[in-house]
């Protein structure tokens, strides 16, 4: 059962926790970053980041972060500033290293409770979702993800991006665009609600064990 100290430090508010981080209670970033860390590692992702980097970028934002605690002055929320600093992060990263860069797995883990064949077609759902956001180009795809997977609204988006509100809805609009088609062009009907072999099997057995009867 958690502490009340780490129940009441995981409701506290980012300004609350920050002063306090401020103020000499270093161990209090821990629950900056575990609330940050999914939606960090999504829009990594959305950069091009692959996987096995995806940590690095993580850590050194959060301890680039952490060292400017002191410059953070609470103009825009919290979240756009940890994330303008990973875009930084990103940004150099991909400058300096020439070799291709790959997206995947911006969506959100599967649960652990459902059924084989729900997690089989869910993953599928996943990997095509995946596969339609890697072609985009990456400006279109960073505001997707920061947008419609992160839930940010426009305001924070232009601060992330350091765009115009007019050009993130402009960019959204062609993300979608860009999607749709993607979708059309690559989706087959046989991966709309796909019936799995083994229910198929199932249902043509049961029917002929009862007419049998």
Not at 106 to 127: D, F, G, L, R, W
Not at 142 to 149: D, G, L, Q, S
Request: proline share 2%; hydrophobic share 35%; net charge neutral.
């Amino acid at each position: 059962m958690l502490s009340k100290e780490v129940l009441a430090a995981e409701s506290s508010k980012d300004e609350e926790l920050i002063q306090r981080i401020k103020s000499g209670e270093k161990e209090l970033f821990r629950f900056i970053m575990k609330k940050y860390n999914q939606k960090l590692y999504r829009i990594a992702r959305s950069y091009g980041m692959d996987d096995d980097i995806c940590d690095d970028m993580l850590q050194q934002t959060y301890i680039n972060a952490y060292s400017k605690l002191n410059q953070f002055e609470g103009r825009a929320g919290f979240s756009t500033w940890l994330v303008r600093i990973l875009i930084n992060e990103c940004v150099m990263y991909k400058r300096q290293n020439s070799k291709r860069i790959f997206i995947s797995d911006v969506t959100s883990p599967i649960p652990m409770h459902q059924n084989p064949e729900t997690i089989t077609m869910e993953k599928e759902a996943s990997n095509i979702l995946e596969k339609a956001l890697s072609s985009l180009p990456e400006n279109y795809r960073a505001v997707y993800v920061i947008r419609e997977i992160e839930g940010m609204n426009t305001v924070e988006t232009a601060e992330c991006l350091g765009i115009s509100k007019v050009n993130v809805k402009i960019r959204l609009h062609r993300a979608k665009q860009f999607l749709l088609k993607y979708l059309s062009e690559n989706l087959s009907k046989e991966d709309i609600y796909p019936f799995g072999n083994e229910r198929c099997d199932s249902v043509v057995e049961n029917v002929m064990a009862s007419l049998n009867k």
